[in-house]
């Protein structure tokens, strides 16, 4: 706890990375309460009479008293799980002490939704982390047998106690937690196995490999997490000591095969022996969800919710309800209302702050500071603006944020696109990002291709590009044919009614006869990754020139091209046997001089060299 703890501002339509999601909104307001449940409990105790806190009903077991409510001085309220708690093994050796207690973990691998897909690596995460009783830790040693595997587990019991009968859940390490592999399979996140104890130790063995390949098995121990669920139970450690644990007494230990019968409860913590600390408790972990979209007009003092707000109490069997309502609410004034032992629907009350007694049934839903609203627990903020009304959701999801995504309401989960040209209809953001991003990559290598012909001895008709390709379909034209600087055209019926035609992807049939030592020059153009677009005519005569440079235009930096460009803009120029120029980066043109200096072809065109023009002009 700090007072320089950063606390996330989330204002209307702001998106939030990991990090303030989860450090400066998440365990800021799980910190918030941490610090406060330790300093009103400094100590580590349990809330519920101690009597028959320990007990046993069956051989080599022992009970924990439930419903218990506790906590370990470190903000954490621990309320086990009573199957978890009720006839735990132990070893029972006959006038041993075994101290017991009760370690807060959270527990990677929670009992439900255990895994999911992370959208973006597409390797799956665990879901939750569940709140959760047990010793966890990495194993001593694990073991591929094959089809399952072994593993010591003394890290998380006691090497040379024996702990047979206790359930250990192993599952992958998180990768975020240093494990190299972490979950991999939806069917198979994790195991629970009953310990067996052998040559001194305490060991599991799996059914299956979590999700691992046979053959391909990890046997570092550093890539499984062992818990242990339930009580920590130590015969040769001293729990009192331990500033994690909630203590809970001693038992002596009857004999293997009897029933337990001394239970020893100094030490343990009664932070409360008389009352109930149910309503305290109730308070703190009460939970609101639904009321639809709620909206504030400041102007009107005017709060309105269009759907039942519903309470949830976890540690109650019944919930409250609130129906869709509005209120004035002034500055300064609550809106709470009466709970009971029953539940079922309420309504809200609205009185001044100072008015509103200390009665602990009083559970307070919202407050008006000046112009804003507050929900309790931080479930939802709507900042006032004079001549407009703010609205929001309990859920934290906006009205204008799921306008912003385009969403009809907090159920909607398939996007309706105003164009799908590329995207498909229906699909998640995320795979739209992700079939833009293809279609961008293919666009952005897409790139225009040439390549040259010097018709040898008799003519030719048909002319096969080695270094290229284009689309087989003869009415889409992606190609520009010359001979000897002439445009040719393309017959885009598939015949022979004009100068060429398409044979296949990569062979040209003209019709007539190339004459012999003509140039053809076959150049391809981008089709925007589709390869169906079509090239655009520019008026006059195609030209392609090849300019040697002479010393004086070489120290002049520029030459006389043979014509003037129709569009300097769209001509074409590299250097003979290197590389492709680009206009206004590398050269310039005005009229019919070519000039370089100062640019991208400054320092890298020499005496001799050989520059090959293409562009139209105007005859």
């Not at 978890?84 to 959270?106: H, K, M």
């Not at 809970?248 to 009857?254: E, V, Y």
């Not at 598939?494 to 030592?517: A, Q």
């Not at 089709?527 to 005569?541: D, Q």
Request: charged share 20%.
């Amino acid at each position: 706890m700090s007072t320089n703890d950063l606390r996330v501002n989330i204002y209307l339509k702001k998106f939030l990375p990991q990090q303030q999601m989860q450090e400066n909104f998440q365990f800021y307001l799980q910190d918030k309460l941490e610090n406060f449940l330790s300093i009103m409990y400094p100590e580590q105790g349990v809330f519920t009479d101690i009597t028959n806190l320990l007990s046993s009903t069956a051989n080599d077991t022992f009970d924990v008293k439930t419903p218990l409510i506790a906590t370990d001085a470190l903000g954490h309220l621990l309320a086990p799980d009573p199957s978890r708690v009720t006839q735990v093994d132990f070893e029972n050796a006959s006038g041993v002490d075994y101290q017991i207690g009760l370690r807060f973990n959270y527990l990677d691998a929670a009992d439900t939704n255990t895994v999911e897909t992370n959208v973006r690596t597409g390797k799956f995460e665990y879901t939750f982390d569940q709140e959760s009783i047990g010793e966890m830790g990495d194993p001593d040693n694990v073991v591929d047998n094959g089809s399952n595997l072994t593993l010591r587990v003394n890290s998380i019991t006691e090497a040379g106690v024996d702990n047979s009968g206790r359930t250990v859940r192993v599952f992958l390490k998180p990768r975020q937690d240093g494990g190299s592999i972490g979950p991999l399979s939806e069917s198979e996140p994790y195991e629970d196995v009953t310990v067996v104890f052998s040559g001194g130790n305490n060991e599991i063995t799996t059914i299956g490999l979590l999700g691992q390949t046979a053959g391909d098995v990890s046997t570092d121990t550093n890539d499984y997490r062992c818990y242990l669920l339930g009580p920590s139970v130590k015969r040769n450690t001293d729990l009192t000591s331990d500033p994690n644990i909630v203590f809970l007494g001693t038992i002596t230990g009857s004999g293997s095969g009897s029933t337990p019968t001394i239970f020893d409860l100094a030490g343990v913590n009664p932070l409360y022996t008389t009352g109930d600390l149910t309503d305290l408790v109730d308070s703190v972990m009460i939970y609101y969800t639904g009321g639809g979209l709620v909206t504030w007009d400041l102007d009107a003092s005017t709060l309105t919710w269009d759907d039942t707000f519903n309470i949830l109490i976890p540690a109650r069997n019944y919930s409250f309800q609130i129906a869709a309502n509005s209120i004035s609410i002034n500055n300064n004034q609550v809106a709470y209302f009466i709970k009971d032992q029953i539940g079922g629907a309420k309504t809200l009350t609205v009185a001044d702050i100072g008015s509103i007694s200390s009665d602990v049934d009083i559970e307070p839903i919202l407050i008006r500071t000046q112009d804003n609203i507050y929900f309790k627990n931080g479930g939802l903020e709507l900042k006032g603006q004079s001549g407009d009304t703010t609205s929001g959701r309990i859920d934290d999801i906006t009205q204008d944020l799921m306008t912003f995504m385009g969403a009809v309401n907090e159920s909607d989960s398939d996007p309706n696109y105003s164009s799908a040209n590329v995207v498909t209809q229906g699909n998640s953001l995320t795979s739209a990002i992700g079939e833009l991003d293809a279609q961008v990559f293919a666009i952005l290598t897409d790139t225009a291709e040439e390549e040259d012909f010097v018709v040898g001895v008799g003519g030719q008709t048909n002319f096969i590009a080695s270094t290229m390709s284009w689309n087989i379909s003869s009415n889409i034209t992606d190609i520009l044919v010359f001979v000897n600087g002439k445009k040719q055209k393309q017959d885009t019926s598939g015949g022979l009614s004009e100068d060429f035609r398409k044979v296949s992807t990569i062979e040209l049939e003209f019709s007539y006869t190339i004459p012999e030592n003509a140039r053809v020059t076959i150049h391809s153009v981008r089709t925007g990754g589709g390869g169906t677009s079509s090239i655009v005519t520019v008026a006059g005569e195609w030209k392609v020139e090849y300019h040697t440079v002479t010393a004086g235009e070489y120290t002049a930096k520029q030459f006389t091209m043979a014509e003037t460009p129709t569009d300097a803009t769209t001509t074409l120029v590299d250097l003979l046997n290197g590389s492709s120029q680009q206009y206004s980066v590398d050269f310039n043109i005005a009229g019919n001089i070519l000039n370089w200096s100062g640019l991208g072809m400054d320092g890298i065109v020499n005496i001799g060299d050989v520059i090959r023009l293409a562009y139209f002009f105007t005859p």
